[in-house]
């Protein structure tokens, strides 16, 4: 099992990045698919049409979302972290995900460049 490590900046408040993060509504127009989500610890996510699934652990509003990950290939769930700093406007989100098997880091690696927190990126600075 191995780990991927992203970080990317983000041209708009904490807040903003934190409900594209969190709100189903939201998240559907970024991914341009059907999201269950929200910000409570327990809850059962849902996104890209049930391809990938899992449960919120910890949830700090606004600064730390931690969630087990699935996929029908998974043997065991992914561990995901997702840390939010904001300064001057611009907020960093720190991805760190363990427990990757070793054959899938590099397409998980790339999805969540392409599909995942790329797009939010793309979505929240635009406005």
Not at 27 to 49: C, H, Y
């Amino acid at each position: 099992m191995k780990s991927i490590k992203q970080s990317y900046e983000i041209k708009a408040p904490i807040a903003k990045v934190w409900q594209a993060l969190v709100d189903p509504d939201i998240i559907s127009q970024w991914s341009e698919n059907p999201a269950r989500m929200d910000d409570q610890v327990g809850t059962e996510f849902k996104l890209w049409g049930d391809e990938i699934y899992g449960k919120n652990t910890k949830v700090i509003p606004e600064r730390l979302l931690e969630q087990e990950w699935s996929d029908s290939n998974f043997s065991e769930p992914s561990l995901v972290r997702l840390e939010l700093n904001e300064h001057n406007n611009l907020t960093t989100i720190n991805l760190v995900q363990d427990n990757v098997p070793d054959d899938r880091v590099d397409d998980i690696d790339d999805g969540w460049k392409v599909y995942y927190l790329g797009p939010l990126k793309k979505f929240v600075e635009k406005g």
